[in-house]
């Protein structure tokens, strides 16, 4: 996708900058925050923004959002990402993107995104296994024993919750001009992605009215 504007290549641990740590919006669930990682910094004719630039951001964006997985695949995701990986949660990213417009749009997804969500989906299937070392031990295994791949899975696996279950809350993508954001409708008057957009489309109605006052 687009260039990122910072210059986070050969980034070198948590204390490197990342454009992941100024996501506008985070905590949708995992598909809709690995969706969130591109968005546009500025508003109608600001920037687009590709938080995810490098295995590095991949590494970052995982430890951000550590709580959402399973909390036995936690303490894994400290391994750093491979350039496969990030490879992975790109192609993953750019297929639920896809879903959820298609989703948004009331029409159906392209078969070929749908596949890379299911293939990347399988790669959840986990179980608990019983200790033989003592009474009440049990530990989870995955099929998938790559850390970074398991997670892949579990992002994937909330895409399927999302779009293929019920419509708790139904997805959004923001309406503010310039906003390419999915959103959650977690409450009823819940109209934008973040009080950002609200504000800015607001304001932009407040001066339309003050140069023409019949506009609405
Ligand atoms: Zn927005």
Known sequence: MAE????AGNAEGPAE?????GMPLVGESLALDLVNTTFI???????LVDALA????????????????????RPRLSEPATRAHFERFLELRGALREVAAAH????????????TVNRAARLAARWDELLPTG????????????????????????????????????VHACPAPGCILYFRKTHA???WCTATCGNRVRV??????????QAG
């Open 41 to 47: 910094n500025g508003g109608l004719r600001g920037v």
């Open 17 to 21: 900058a990342s454009a992941v740590d």
């Open 104 to 115: 948004t749009a009331g029409r159906p997804p392209r078969e070929s995104d749908v596949r």
């Open 4 to 7: 990122n504007a910072g210059n």
């Open 135 to 170: 009474p009440g031990g049990s530990v989870t295994r995955w099929s998938e024993p790559d850390p970074q791949l398991a997670a892949l899975g579990e992002v994937a696996s909330e895409g399927v919750r999302l779009f293929g279950g019920t419509p708790g809350q139904p």
């Open 189 to 191: 008057r819940r109209e």
């Open 54 to 73: 490098t295995p590095a951001d991949l590494d970052r964006w995982l430890t951000n959002r550590a709580g959402d997985f399973s909390a036995a695949l």
């Open 204 to 213: 932009a109605r407040h001066s339309r009215r003050h140069r023409d006052p």
